[in-house]
Structure formats: structure tokens, C-alpha cells
């Protein structure tokens, strides 16, 4: 059964759109939100909304195509641009808790050099509550013997 107006809508357009290529058996049930292929059609049917909305001369037909289309499309847009911050505000974190690490070695150890800085990255898979632990209490040659920056001791 189908959820809303735009699965049904979706469902009789891309009906009528492929009977002439054969037959088209309409399925009753309605893709999952987390389909792995529903993604990629909405962004095809948002890129073929968008050429359509620049035609111009729209039979009767195309316009009320594209105004069932907007809200579908709106909805894919603001998904997407919510992904899209979301990836952000990760990439933010890990790039400030990585920032917080190099200073954090530079200020205790006086500089950072390249055994340190192979140890970053391991360090960024730790949790906070344990990664600020271990800064603060394990010596430089405790800190690349655990987290791979070698073991001899140059600055």
C-alpha cells in the first residue's frame, strides 16, 4: 500500500512512462525509506523536474507533472542538505578534536614532529574521557610506543 500522494503519483507516472517498453507490473508496496536505490531515483527525478521547470511552453499535462513533483523534490532537497550538514558537523568535530591533539603534544612536549604525528590519527579512535587521560599522564616514549610514532626519542 502505498504512504502518500507522491508514491502513488510516482507510482502511475513511471507506469505510463515505461508501458510502451513492455510490460509493467506495479508493485503494492512502497520502497523503504533507506532503499538503497531510492535515493538515486529521487535525485533523477529531481535533475528531470529541474530541466523541466526551465522548458519553456509546459503543456497543461508537464505543469501539473511538475507541481506534484515540487513538494517530492523539496523534500529530497532539504534530506539531502540535512545529510549534507550532518557530514559537516562530523567532519567539524574530528577536525577540532585533531586540532585539540596537535596542540595539546606541541604545548607538553614543545613541538611535533613526525613520530608524534603518526600517532594522531590512532589517538582520534580513543574516546575523549580516555584520550585526554593518556595525554596527560603517558611520557612522549609511552605515547609513541602505544600509538605507533616509533621508539626512538629525538626532538
Not at 612536549?109 to 604525528?117: A, E, H, I, K, V
Not at 596527560?136 to 621508539?151: D, N
Request: charged content about 30%.
Amino acid at each position: 500500500m502505498t504512504r502518500n500522494f507522491h508514491d502513488q503519483f510516482a507510482k502511475q507516472y513511471l507506469s505510463e512512462l515505461l508501458t510502451p517498453l513492455g510490460e509493467v507490473i506495479v508493485s503494492r508496496e512502497v520502497m523503504a525509506e533507506n532503499h538503497p536505490f531510492k535515493r538515486n531515483i529521487l535525485e533523477v527525478v529531481a535533475n528531470w523536474r529541474v530541466g523541466l521547470e526551465t522548458t519553456q511552453n509546459l503543456s497543461e499535462d508537464e505543469e501539473e507533472l511538475l507541481m506534484n513533483l515540487s513538494s517530492a523534490y523539496v523534500r529530497w532537497r532539504e534530506d539531502t542538505l540535512r545529510e549534507g550538514r550532518q557530514e559537516g558537523r562530523q567532519e567539524g568535530r574530528q577536525e577540532g578534536r585533531q586540532e585539540m591533539i596537535e596542540n595539546f603534544l606541541r604545548v607538553r612536549f614543545g613541538s611535533l614532529d613526525d613520530q608524534l604525528n603518526r600517532c594522531i590519527n590512532p589517538m582520534l579512535e580513543l574516546p575523549a574521557s580516555e584520550l585526554s587521560q593518556l595525554l596527560l599522564t603517558l611520557s612522549r616514549e609511552e605515547i609513541l610506543a602505544r600509538f605507533g610514532g616509533g621508539s626512538n626519542s629525538s626532538s
